[in-house]
């Protein structure tokens, strides 16, 4: 049962600062896809290893540097993986056998179901008690993005039309973050994870207020290698149960000190 006093307070803070609508991000803020990226990553690697009798910190630290550097040009289409394996492939000289296996286990990625992180649940049942608006703005293959719906069972949170899926072949920049908005992005909370892909271009497309959630996944560097310093509405988070601590919603001069 949600506190009323809790409700009321995080109503009251969000009129007063003037968020009428929250955007939320999905992977990684919802619902843990790192740890399935790192486990089905760990795993190709320890494949890679026992193939060829290659050095396991070797086959990481290949895979994830090759990887990051996809990532660049192929962003989130889940095909990036075969041209990751194919340089991989080729830097580690391994047999075509390896790298089929090793690919089909990265692709299982995208069969694997995953459920919502407590705290996110706890959220998203807090601000739909409360009537809040919200969105979703996630960047991922539509695909899989349907299936992660039905896993995380998000129509019980979110109206379809409000889940906005932001192109896997491009960046989820600020335009594709403003692309997802119904109202004026000053109106807007903002939730993710990524410093690169949510709370700098949510900021840029005019969100004043970002809650910028540690997950601690360890994987996605790249994800977390961009300066937010200048950044006056960005406020660090643990837990998305911060929502109901009352004196977290109760201070008047909320601390935002991006580390």
Known sequence: MVNETAEKNFTNWCYRVGIEAWAVDVDDTLCPTGPLFRNKMLQACQLISGNHGLELELCQKTLREINDEC????????LRWGTVMELVASKLDLSRKTHDEALGILMEIYNTPIKLFPDAEEFLAFITKIQFPRIAVTHAD???TGKKIEWLGLYRYFDPKDIHIVDMNGPKGPDEWRRAFGRRPSCY????DSRLSDARPAYEAGVEWFFLINRNTGIWNLQQDVDVKDIPGLIYIDSLRRVKELDFWHTENLVKRPE
């Open 142 to 144: 539509s695909d899989w």
């Open 189 to 192: 909370g903002g939730i993710g």
């Open 71 to 78: 990532y660049r040009t192929h962003y989130v289409n889940p």
